[in-house]
């Protein structure tokens, strides 16, 4: 299977009810459409509208009109249909023009014939797509196909996670949720002891990432005044300030959490003095 055939799969498995006209804007993207359908369908993937473009007899059917009028277990009609084709090999349906009672038969109603003496073996016919208004979809063993693809893929994805996850030389803990008896007026000293603790408590060796007095003091403090406190325990030198230079180890909320300064990397580890 190519690519564009895989395309072609995935795209029917998103439609409704996984079938969908040819014609229709989903398959805009692929100038081959019917050849793929053809190739795809020979693979049993999905299936699609057919019409018959030419029909032969088969030896029962052959058999079945030297039976003596009597025995014949067809109508009238179909008898004469079948000995149209017993006389012209290959031929088409629409060149098949039966009467009956100065009638025209219906086109439906000749198909219906068609299919009937197939399916008992009478006759072989040819199929090609429908000219007009071509559905098609996919069959079960299609529909196990993708999902089959489906489940690879996610397990790609998880290994990859599993992977990262490995490689880890540092798993942040969680930290206790803030108090709600911290008062949303602490110091600059009493910030300062609160970075003192938790580094102590999480075992970050003077270099504990922001995140964590976020989680601590956000609330009572908003983001922008534990910013300014920060800078302010920064040019009083009680602290310094040191950028992140790999961020596997971490998540994007817990990056988002650095100080981003516009240029540069962002300020995401406090180093106490």
Same mark, same amino acid.
């Given at each position: 299977?190519?690519?564009?055939?895989?395309?072609?799969?995935?795209?029917?498995?998103?439609? $409704?009810?996984?079938?969908?006209?040819?014609? *229709?804007?989903?398959?805009?993207?692929?100038?081959?459409?019917?050849?793929?359908?053809?190739?795809?369908?020979?693979?049993?993937?999905?299936?699609? $509208?057919?019409?018959? *473009?030419?029909?032969?007899i088969a030896?029962?059917?052959?058999?079945?009109?030297?039976?003596?009028?009597?025995?014949?277990?067809?109508?009238?009609?179909?008898?004469?249909?079948?000995?149209?084709?017993?006389?012209?090999?290959?031929?088409?349906?629409?060149?098949?023009?039966?009467?009956?009672?100065?009638?025209?038969?219906?086109?439906?109603?000749?198909?219906?014939?068609?299919?009937?003496?197939?399916?008992?073996?009478?006759?072989?016919?040819?199929?090609?797509?429908?000219?007009?208004?071509?559905?098609?979809?996919l069959t079960?063993?299609?529909?196990?196909?993708?999902?089959?693809?489906?489940?690879?893929?996610?397990s790609l994805?998880?290994?990859?996670?599993?992977?990262?996850?490995?490689?880890? #030389?540092?798993?942040? *803990?969680?930290?206790?949720?803030?108090?709600?008896?911290? $008062?949303?007026?602490?110091?600059?000293?009493?910030?300062?002891?609160?970075?003192?603790?938790?580094?102590?408590?999480?075992?970050?060796?003077?270099?504990?990432?922001?995140?964590?007095?976020?989680?601590?003091?956000?609330?009572?403090?908003?983001?922008?005044?534990?910013? #300014?406190?920060?800078?302010?325990?920064?040019? *009083?030198?009680?602290?310094?300030?040191?950028?992140?230079?790999?961020?596997?180890?971490?998540?994007?909320?817990?990056?988002?959490?650095?100080?981003?300064?516009?240029?540069?990397?962002?300020?995401?580890?406090?180093?106490?003095?």
């Amino acid at each position: 299977m190519n690519t564009n055939e895989l395309k072609f799969l995935l795209k029917l498995f998103d439609c $409704s009810d996984r079938r969908a006209y040819l014609a *229709s804007p989903i398959f805009r993207n692929f100038p081959d459409k019917e050849i793929i359908s053809q190739k795809l369908a020979a693979d049993g993937l999905i299936d699609f $509208s057919q019409e018959i *473009s030419a029909v032969f007899i088969a030896p029962p059917g052959s058999a079945l009109l030297n039976l003596p009028i009597e025995e014949l277990p067809i109508s009238d009609i179909e008898f004469r249909i079948l000995d149209r084709i017993n006389r012209y090999p290959g031929i088409q349906p629409k060149q098949i023009h039966i009467k009956t009672k100065e009638k025209l038969l219906k086109t439906a109603e000749l198909h219906d014939i068609l299919h009937s003496f197939h399916s008992r073996g009478l006759i072989f016919i040819e199929t090609e797509l429908k000219n007009q208004k071509v559905l098609v979809w996919l069959t079960e063993r299609g529909l196990q196909c993708v999902k089959k693809l489906q489940n690879y893929f996610e397990s790609l994805r998880k290994e990859s996670v599993e992977e990262v996850d490995e490689t880890s #030389t540092f798993v942040p *803990s969680q930290v206790d949720p803030p108090s709600t008896e911290t $008062s949303s007026k602490l110091t600059d000293e009493e910030i300062l002891q609160v970075i003192r603790d938790l580094d102590k408590e999480l075992g970050t060796d003077n270099y504990l990432p922001i995140f964590y007095l976020r989680q601590k003091l956000q609330p009572p403090l908003s983001r922008e005044e534990l910013d #300014t406190v920060i800078y302010r325990l920064q040019r *009083s030198d009680k602290i310094e300030l040191s950028s992140l230079q790999e961020g596997m180890n971490y998540t994007k909320e817990q990056i988002d959490a650095a100080i981003n300064q516009g240029i540069g990397r962002r300020l995401f580890f406090i180093i106490l003095n």
